[in-house]
């Protein structure tokens, strides 16, 4: 999706307040703290993204690593989604100006069509909270990066977003949807993210009516945020599959994670 496009489309769907916030909050956005210490993981290596492109990647982002990088590809679960739209497989994936990666439509939590140990770097920003069964996605994710590549993850910061008002999810919850393999069409959270979704901020959403029949049929759109995480959750998440963790932060609109391959 180029520049114009990103900003057409909640022109369109949105309206003009929305973009214009949009606009201002992007636009002054800082790195994160250490920056300098990321980037040399990236720069200049051949990685694949799981839910994206995304703005916090992009040159004035949170970790501003699309220009860095030598190519990328990216992982979409449908043809269609809530936030690009309309989208096909093939060498299209435009992550940095008119460089373009592999667009693969798969599940996040099954690559099973691609090869372990090919990629330098997997990213992943605002998705996994998305995810039924965290620990097999991430198992995915490990399994297609080369030892001693890096796995850079980010998912929204519950004080101040649309899980302002849930609980943080325990690790052992997490843990046993893991062993009773759980899959993408769980709804076992769906009366907890009824009851306590911050609407107030989630302008996606646009009434509590549209939002939950949107959530009913989650497998389609996988909006839902299955989990709430904290950063003791995703280090604990990375701890259990003896992820070396290099950085950690959750003083933004993000918690963030970044760890390497053993």
């Not at 940095?96 to 996040?108: E, L, P, S």
């Not at 920003?125 to 069964?133: D, V």
């Not at 302008?203 to 959530?215: G, H, L, P, T, V």
């Given at each position: 999706?180029n520049l114009?496009?990103?900003?057409?489309?909640?022109?369109?769907?949105?309206?003009?307040?929305y973009?214009?916030?949009?606009?201002?909050t992007?636009s002054?956005?800082?790195?994160?703290?250490?920056?300098?210490?990321?980037?040399?993981?990236?720069?200049?290596?051949?990685?694949i993204?799981?839910?994206g492109?995304?703005e916090?990647?992009?040159?004035?982002?949170?970790?501003p690593?699309?220009?860095?990088?030598?190519?990328?590809?990216g992982?979409n679960?449908?043809?269609?989604?809530?936030w690009?739209?309309d989208?096909?497989?093939?060498?299209?994936?435009?992550f940095?100006?008119?460089?373009a990666g592999?667009?693969f439509?798969?599940?996040a939590?099954?690559?099973?069509?691609?090869?372990?140990?090919?990629?330098?770097?997997?990213?992943?920003?605002n998705?996994?909270?998305?995810?039924?069964?965290?620990?097999?996605?991430?198992?995915?994710?490990?399994?297609?990066?080369?030892?001693?590549?890096?796995?850079?993850?980010?998912?929204?910061?519950?004080k101040?977003?649309?899980?302002?008002y849930?609980?943080v999810?325990?690790?052992?919850?997490?843990?046993?949807?893991?062993?009773?393999?759980?899959g993408?069409?769980?709804l076992?959270?769906?009366?907890?993210?009824?009851?306590?979704?911050?609407?107030?901020?989630?302008?996606?959403a646009r009434?509590?009516?549209y939002f939950k029949?949107?959530s009913?049929?989650n497998?389609?759109?996988?909006?839902?945020?299955?989990?709430?995480?904290?950063?003791?959750?995703l280090k604990?998440?990375?701890?259990?599959?003896?992820?070396?963790?290099?950085?950690t932060?959750d003083?933004?609109?993000?918690?963030?994670v970044l760890?390497?391959?053993r």
């Amino acid at each position: 999706m180029n520049l114009i496009s990103r900003f057409i489309r909640p022109l369109k769907r949105y309206g003009f307040s929305y973009t214009l916030r949009r606009i201002i909050t992007k636009s002054f956005e800082s790195k994160i703290k250490g920056y300098a210490e990321i980037e040399q993981y990236f720069k200049n290596k051949e990685g694949i993204e799981i839910g994206g492109p995304s703005e916090v990647f992009r040159l004035f982002g949170y970790i501003p690593i699309y220009t860095k990088i030598r190519n990328l590809d990216g992982v979409n679960f449908s043809n269609n989604t809530i936030w690009e739209g309309d989208i096909f497989a093939g060498n299209n994936y435009v992550f940095n100006g008119k460089k373009a990666g592999k667009q693969f439509i798969i599940d996040a939590s099954d690559l099973s069509s691609l090869d372990s140990k090919q990629y330098d770097f997997l990213v992943s920003s605002n998705c996994l909270e998305h995810i039924a069964n965290p620990i097999k996605a991430l198992m995915e994710w490990l399994r297609v990066v080369k030892q001693g590549g890096v796995i850079l993850v980010l998912v929204p910061n519950n004080k101040n977003g649309i899980d302002k008002y849930r609980p943080v999810t325990k690790f052992t919850h997490i843990l046993e949807d893991f062993q009773k393999n759980v899959g993408e069409d769980d709804l076992t959270h769906l009366d907890e993210v009824l009851e306590n979704h911050n609407l107030e901020v989630d302008i996606e959403a646009r009434d509590f009516q549209y939002f939950k029949n949107r959530s009913l049929n989650n497998y389609n759109h996988r909006t839902i945020h299955h989990h709430v995480f904290d950063i003791n959750l995703l280090k604990e998440l990375f701890i259990y599959l003896n992820i070396e963790i290099i950085l950690t932060d959750d003083k933004y609109t993000f918690v963030t994670v970044l760890g390497k391959k053993r």
